[in-house]
């Protein structure tokens, strides 16, 4: 039997009757609701922590602003008072937000709580995602797809930490220089709860999400769809995509899109090369099974 018709035979044997796949997919419906009502009720229980720890950034730029009366703070010194390398300066006010409405906090809380629900349990979504769908690839694809399963979070992750590490502070510390006291005009930044939770929550999926930009060219690579040297011909064209987005994703300032542009912009070169990994290996594949011509 050639190989193709090896792989023919192998999705052949694992095909099913349409009710079959309804059940199954009725079935990994209800755990992918079951854990997402699970980590709602955990990230409710903690909303009250979880909120103060989304504030941190926001307090270090506040305590670093008011020691420093706005000047002769450097953003090393930014990062590290969030990371909690260096202390705060003592003495200091709490940073302060407002509530406008009475529900306004509780319905912020359950806003975090479901943003966090999807956050903890996307490893079970996922999971449970290819579950569905690996019975459908063959088996050198289902090889494939599983290291994708393992990046995707890790990139996620590594685009929320700066966030929450870089971009938070800078953007609090930017919003707080703005502040305008005079004799005749005051101008005080008075964050709603609500208001600051939008922010946290568009920059953490619009960075986790940008940061998937080698997974997604990397499974358009391994489709066919894309190849090393279009993405290599059309890079100036990608540059320019990457800032109109960063322009549309991040605060109206130029020092919150470069930090995302240019993360991005180094992750579109290790797009290329892992497609031209992707077509290395599959031209050794061809050439081993006699398929070249």
């Not at 854990?35 to 922590?49: Q, R, V």
């Not at 999971?127 to 995707?152: D, H, I, M, S, T």
Request: with cysteine.
């Amino acid at each position: 039997m050639t190989r193709p018709e090896d792989e023919e035979a192998e999705i052949e044997s694992s095909r099913a009757p349409l009710l079959e796949h309804l059940t199954e997919l009725r079935s990994r419906l209800l755990v992918c609701v079951a854990a997402f009502i699970l980590g709602f009720i955990l990230c409710f229980a903690f909303a009250g922590p979880l909120y103060v720890f989304l504030v941190k950034p926001f307090a270090a730029a506040f305590a670093l602003h008011e020691a420093s009366g706005g000047e002769g703070v450097s953003p090393l010194e930014l990062i590290l008072a969030t990371a909690g390398v260096t202390p705060l300066p003592e003495g200091g006010s709490a940073v302060g937000l407002i509530s406008t409405a009475p529900l306004e906090f509780l319905i912020t809380k359950i806003k975090l709580a479901a943003f966090g629900a999807i956050v903890i349990t996307f490893p079970i979504l996922a999971w449970q995602l290819y579950g569905f769908v690996a019975p459908g690839l063959y088996r050198n694809e289902r090889k494939a797809f599983l290291p994708f399963l393992l990046a995707a979070p890790i990139l996620f992750l590594i685009g929320t930490a700066m966030v929450y590490f870089i971009m938070l502070p800078f953007v609090m510390w930017f919003s707080l220089s703005q502040q305008i006291a005079t004799a005749e005009v005051s101008v005080a930044l008075m964050t709603r709860v609500s208001d600051y939770l939008n922010l946290v929550t568009a920059l953490l999926l619009a960075f986790g999400l940008c940061f998937q930009l080698p997974v997604v060219m990397t499974l358009l690579g391994l489709a066919g769809i894309v190849s090393a040297e279009a993405l290599s011909k059309g890079r100036k064209y990608a540059i320019v995509g990457i800032f109109v987005v960063a322009a549309f994703v991040t605060p109206p300032d130029p020092i919150s899109q470069s930090m995302l542009a240019f993360p991005l912009i180094v992750l579109y070169e290790i797009s290329i090369w892992c497609v031209r990994l992707i077509e290395t290996r599959r031209r050794r594949e061809d050439e081993a099974a006699g398929l070249t011509a």
